[in-house]
């Protein structure tokens, strides 16, 4: 209450420094700053080119609490222990016999990523079915536990977006409607109930064009704008798989570096190395050996 009486006294000192009325509307951006609630984040916005639909200051609209995070933009999700246990995600089951598996991939990722000050990777393989977009739900799950980081796990997946299904959510947009359409991200994010530090972009339905559709300006505004708007986010990308289209080949640019799915006893080492090639110069953080044990994972993707 202290801290809010303070803040209240302050906004009321600069509005008369600027000669507003508080029925007015604030004339400088130190008094627009002096009426910010109390316990939100000042967002750092890196907008980019003018694409026609910015996203919003204020995203995901979330305060701190003595009970956790509050959401009150970002549309929150209930999402029961069953449909966990269907998609393997394994990281937000408590006391699950693979749940510290993720977490020391946890550990050994955000250990490369804040060595070297990078804020967004990409999660893909080489081909369909080896679990990238599972690996990369995980990921998030288990990152956003860190109570040093705060996560935005984004679908970029154009042509087979599954990421919502692992949370037993149909979302009305997605992605692809922002890129396409323009529409706002801010009607786009959700925030899985249980997992404070964890927002989800969904996709929605197949583009057909995704390739043009990640190499536009808006793609390249929202990447700018995700990695920069909090200083203590990660940004997971779940992207295609690298040997069946162009799309990664345009977005890579985006991220800062790989971490590369490979199913057990299906991936060729030629495959791999192919993909090493078409990525470049491009960082990878490691590969990840997928579904090694029947306990694994038993679905494909």
Request: overall charge negative; proline content about 5%.
């Amino acid at each position: 209450m202290e801290r809010i009486r303070q803040a209240l006294e302050q906004a009321e000192i600069d509005r008369q420094k600027v000669g507003v009325s508080e029925s007015g509307a604030p004339k400088t951006e130190e008094a627009a700053a002096a009426q910010e609630p109390v316990g939100v984040e000042k967002p750092i916005v890196s907008r980019g080119p003018d694409v026609g639909s910015s996203i919003s200051a204020d995203v995901e609209g979330a305060a701190d609490s003595d009970a956790g995070l509050i959401y009150t933009r970002t549309r929150c999700v209930d999402v029961s222990p069953r449909i966990y246990r269907e998609k393997n995600i394994v990281a937000a089951l408590p006391g699950h016999e693979l749940q510290d598996t993720y977490r020391m991939l946890r550990t050994r990722v955000n250990k490369v990523m804040r060595a070297n000050g990078w804020k967004m990777i990409m999660v893909t393989a080489a081909h369909r079915g080896a679990g990238k977009s599972m690996t990369a739900v995980n990921l998030a799950v288990a990152m956003s536990m860190d109570i040093n980081s705060y996560v935005m796990l984004v679908d970029a997946d154009l042509r087979q977006p599954s990421i919502h299904e692992y949370f037993g959510y149909q979302p009305e947009l997605g992605f692809g409607d922002y890129l396409s359409d323009g529409a706002p991200i801010e009607d786009m994010l959700f925030h899985p109930n249980g997992l404070d530090r964890l927002v989800v972009l969904p996709g929605r339905s197949r583009l057909e064009n995704s390739a043009e559709m990640l190499a536009s300006p808006r793609a390249e505004a929202a990447a700018a704008e995700f990695k920069t708007r909090y200083v203590n986010r990660v940004v997971i990308v779940d992207a295609p798989p690298i040997l069946n289209s162009d799309d990664v080949v345009v977005t890579d640019g985006y991220v800062d570096a790989v971490l590369l799915v490979a199913e057990a006893g299906v991936t060729k080492r030629e495959e791999l190395q192919e993909c090493f090639r078409i990525l470049g110069n491009i960082p990878v953080l490691g590969t990840v050996l997928n579904k090694a044990s029947n306990s694994a994972a038993k679905e494909r993707e």
